[in-house]
């Protein structure tokens, strides 16, 4: 967390932008009445806005001017384009509905973390630490020897406390303040499970929204958007967060699983030390809430695949009716020219012939060759080749050919290669007649006759005494 993390977090994050709001109190205290105290996971706007008239008349009463003189539906609207709530209508809803955004959860469990609790329960926090601890040990032990000694350890804890129950007699009297403390740490995980399912939410909202402005922004062809889309698609559900969110839904949706957790949620409603704090909590809707919210993720990844497949049938449309005007544009225009041409002339040709690419004649996979690595020692050969040529290599000096050719342009206006190398001999074989012709090719006074051929004689001392002749198109230096 340093300097420019923390300036970026201040100018852009939703949370903060919550907190530096001048009727901040006001957007907390209506958010948390609204979706926070009676456990709503969604709102109507028609409620909302309801609940916001009459929140704002009790604020506004007994004031003049009144300190919040807009109209609810003002109010909303502003907070939607703030980011503090999401606005979206749901099938079979003409009613827009409200939720609270990621950056809302943040700021309303900051707020409420301010605070002063009845009390901090810590042993709670502390066992359920424990509990990971040796969660993580005993998955993690890939010795079975090991393994085996965990399990028995817990088996020996489970006979011993089977024993102790065996024999007693009077009912067991569980410890009020410890249920309280496990209770209120039960809703405070429940709260934040979630607010994190609302980023999970707006992760795939996203994905959506990105692929939405890929469509409209940008004129890629259909397979390489589409690929683009679901690359992203697949690396978010290969994330960490896509596999925790599929494991929870399997088990969520799991029928012995959702009996077990209503079963539980009932018993512990019913206990007599927490019944005055379980009257509106958030376990009593939370099997409810986590399925609207599981299935609200599965939402956008259905209209993740709805939009491609619209965009994919538009785009068949397009080009359909594109090749009809094409068509039609061709039959006008051969109507137009029917009594004009003349069959004495050809009406088109080809320049090349058709490429004919048929799928049978087209390889069949071949499955990449993988190589085989041993584990021999390699020893240090000795090569018999002979490495002095790599040593040997020729130089041609450009300016001294240049220098040649201007002393012969000093005497001569116009002077050819052949005439220059006469003047000039070439000593060093091809290469040096090859440095010629690249300092005529940068030269855009030099004139190449390609019909007249001139034959250069070349000689290279290092092998040889005897020259050779290379023909060569004519190259004319000019001053």
């Keep these: 967390m340093n300097y420019d993390d923390l300036r970026y977090h201040f100018d852009r994050h939703v949370a903060l932008r919550f907190i530096k709001k001048d009727h901040a109190p006001l957007i907390g205290s209506f958010l948390h009445q609204a979706f926070k105290a009676g456990n709503h996971y969604k709102v109507l706007e028609t409620e909302l806005t309801d609940q916001l008239y009459d929140f704002l008349t009790t604020l506004n009463a007994g004031h003049d001017p009144a300190p919040y003189p807009l109209s609810p539906k003002e109010y909303l609207k502003q907070w939607t384009q703030s980011g503090f709530l999401r606005k979206a209508y749901e099938d079979n809803w003409d009613v827009p509905m409200y939720q609270l955004t990621s950056g809302s959860e943040l700021a309303l ?14 042993e709670s926090r502390l066992l359920q630490i424990i509990r990971l601890l040796e969660e993580m040990v005993q998955k993690t ?21 089977i024993a102790e129950l065996s024999v007693r007699e009077e009912p067991l009297e569980p410890d009020e303040t410890q249920l309280k403390e496990r209770f209120y740490e039960l809703e405070r995980m429940a709260r934040d499970l ?17 692929a939405r402005e890929k469509q409209l922004t940008q004129t890629m062809v259909r397979g390489k958007m589409i690929g683009e889309v679901l690359d992203a698609y697949d690396a978010l559900w290969q994330s960490d967060q896509g596999k925790s969110f599929a494991a929870f839904w399997e088990l969520l949706m799991n029928t012995e699983q959702q009996e077990a957790l209503d079963g539980m949620i009932r018993q512990v409603k019913q206990l007599p030390q927490v019944a005055s704090l379980s009257s509106n909590a958030v376990i009593s809707r939370l099997k409810i809430n986590l399925i609207n919210v599981g299935d609200q993720v599965n939402q956008s990844n259905h209209q993740l695949v709805a939009q491609l497949r619209r965009f ?9 009716r594109r090749i009809a005007e094409t068509i039609d544009t061709i039959q006008a225009e051969a109507i137009a020219l029917k009594d004009t041409l003349s069959w004495r002339k050809p009406f088109f040709w080809l320049d090349d012939k058709p490429a004919m690419d048929f799928t049978m004649a087209r390889p069949l996979f071949t499955p990449p060759s993988r190589p085989v690595i041993t584990a021999e020692v390699i020893e240090e050969g000795v090569s018999d080749n002979q490495t002095d040529v790599l040593f040997e290599q020729v130089y041609v000096d450009p300016q001294e050919l240049q220098q040649k050719i201007r002393k012969l342009l000093r005497q001569h206006s116009q002077v050819s290669l052949r005439e220059i190398t006469r003047h000039f001999p070439i000593e060093k074989g091809l290469t040096e007649l090859l440095t010629y012709l690249n300092l005529a090719s940068q030269d855009n006074r030099t004139v190449v006759d390609a019909e007249v051929i001139e034959e250069i004689e070349v000689r290279d001392k290092k092998y040889s005494e005897e020259p050779f002749l290379v023909d060569v198109p004519q190259h004319i230096f000019s001053r």
């Design 194 to 210: 979630m607010a994190d399912f609302r980023e999970v939410g707006e992760n795939f909202r996203s994905l959506d929204q990105r």
């Design 141 to 161: 032990q890939i010795d079975p020897a090991e393994r085996i000694k965990l399990l028995e350890k817990q088996k020996e804890a489970l006979n011993q406390e």
């Design 312 to 320: 994919l049938d538009a785009q068949v449309l397009l080009e359909n």
């Design 109 to 122: 469990r900051w707020l409420a973390s301010l605070d002063k609790k009845e009390f901090v329960g810590t």
